[in-house]
């Protein structure tokens, strides 16, 4: 019952309406706490101690907040065309997988919010204006606020105007994907040099088919896992346990999750199966991995014949060689231990497959560009250079660069650029 409930906040966190919703609803609790401050008397108070700052005309009153529930909904249907026009531009200029993070940007989403809680309260201190009479006093006070909303809106909605022009533009959305990429990969490079001591028991527990696998009753990608819950459960069994899928793999039905030394119960299993967050959409901040895709499907795109941008793909090039400096500091196995004992196996993308996953649509789509050839080249030169968790890195970064002059001679005629790919073969010949 709990991991549903995890489950389904962790679904609604990142839709468009559930920070808008929430801070709505913030604005009628503040509305209605504030009708009950004007039946206390607050606003007869104030009249007696700073009398300029209530406003006891009715018609003005009214007339104010109407106006301002106006404007309010003005800005705020302006605000969500905005949105929607830059999630339509985003989808067709770079890549529809960019737009659950546009979606999720909590300030895009809060000022949103601060429009729509206005709107609720000022509609609900209008409804709380009584037909007047000689000993009514109007709720001044509340009327003041509600000015004080409007300017705190429009300081908002400038700011709205400044940030969402920013997050469409290609530079603002690679520099953003770069970072929370390198954040998740310097903390897990990290995790590892802290926990070299698991290595030699992973090695013996290398051979895991004689383990007990278990299956998820949900498909879609691992979100992420609730470790401590994880290897609190493990110690309790006495086991250990390998998860099998990648985050980046889709988690069919009847595919195991994860493997176990020892045997587990139903009701166990089930517990440790309720660890696991199981979402439709892949999170970046829990998966490097998906940033090295966007980035590349970026640049392809900035490469096709509609778009023709080969200077936003050169930019993708230079993010993803230094991103890849950072994965090959990491070795191909993620290990969670608790007091120096090895407790769960993670598997990750091996950093083969994720050099190839990278570089085979430059190789299908950019190879007759002698440019873009001549970038991927230099960032491969580039990471031979750099020190490597494994040595077998440098294999995987040669072997990919043969493949890229390999497929570009089939594609290039020009004399002048089939010399220059002889001088790149040279070049990787004597590493």
């Known amino acids: ?208 088919s004689d383990w007990h696998e278990y299956y998820s009753a949900h498909s879609g990608y691992i979100q992420t896992m609730r470790i401590n819950n994880l290897l609190e459960l493990i110690d309790q069994s006495n086991t250990v346990i390998r998860i099998l899928p990648r985050k980046s793999t889709f988690l069919l039905k009847g595919i195991p999750i994860f493997k176990s030394k020892q045997k587990l119960d139903e009701t166990t299993a089930e517990k440790f199966l309720d660890q696991f967050i199981i979402d439709d959409t892949e999170s970046m901040s829990e998966n490097y991995a998906l940033a090295f895709q966007l980035i590349t499907e970026i640049a392809i795109k900035a490469m096709s014949p509609g778009i023709n941008d080969p200077g936003t793909a050169l930019t993708c090039i230079d993010y993803l060689t230094e991103l890849l400096a950072l994965r090959i500091k990491k070795s191909d196995r993620m290990l969670i231990g608790k007091n120096q004992k090895l407790k769960v196996q993670i598997n990750i993308t091996p950093f083969d497959q994720l050099l190839y996953t990278i570089l085979a649509p430059f190789r299908a789509y950019c190879s007759h560009d002698i440019i873009i050839v001549s970038k991927l080249l230099r960032m491969c030169d580039y990471l031979l250079q750099q020190e490597c968790a494994n040595e077998q890195y440098k294999k995987a970064m040669k072997k990919q660069a043969q493949n890229i002059i390999s497929d570009a001679k089939k594609k290039l005629d020009n004399e002048d650029d089939l010399n220059n790919l002889k001088a790149e073969q040279q070049k990787f010949d004597k590493i």
């Open 1 to 208: 019952m709990f991991n549903k409930i995890i489950q389904y906040f962790w679904k609604i966190e990142n839709k468009i309406a559930f920070y808008p919703s929430l801070i709505a609803i913030w604005g009628v609790i503040f509305a209605l706490l504030m009708v009950s401050a004007e039946q206390h008397g607050i606003s007869d108070y104030l009249q007696e101690a700073l009398p300029v700052l209530v406003i006891n005309d009715l018609a003005t009153a009214r007339v104010i907040l109407s106006s301002l529930i106006g404007g309010l909904i003005s800005i705020l249907v302006f605000s969500f065309s905005m949105v929607m026009i830059i999630l339509n531009q985003a989808s067709s200029n770079f890549s529809p997988r960019l737009l659950p993070g546009l979606i999720s940007n909590k300030k895009h989403q809060s000022i949103l919010g601060i429009h729509l809680s206005g709107v609720f309260y000022c509609l609900i201190t209008l409804i709380s204006i009584e037909p007047t009479d000689k000993n009514y006093q109007l709720p001044g006070f509340s009327v003041l606020v509600a000015i004080i909303f409007i300017t705190v809106s429009l300081a908002a909605f400038i700011y709205f105007i400044h940030s969402i022009s920013q997050s469409i533009q290609v530079d603002h959305i690679l520099k953003s994907i770069f970072t929370t990429a390198k954040k998740r990969l310097e903390l897990l490079i990290t995790y590892d040099e802290e926990n070299k001591s698991l290595i030699e028991e992973d090695k013996q527990l290398n051979d895991t």
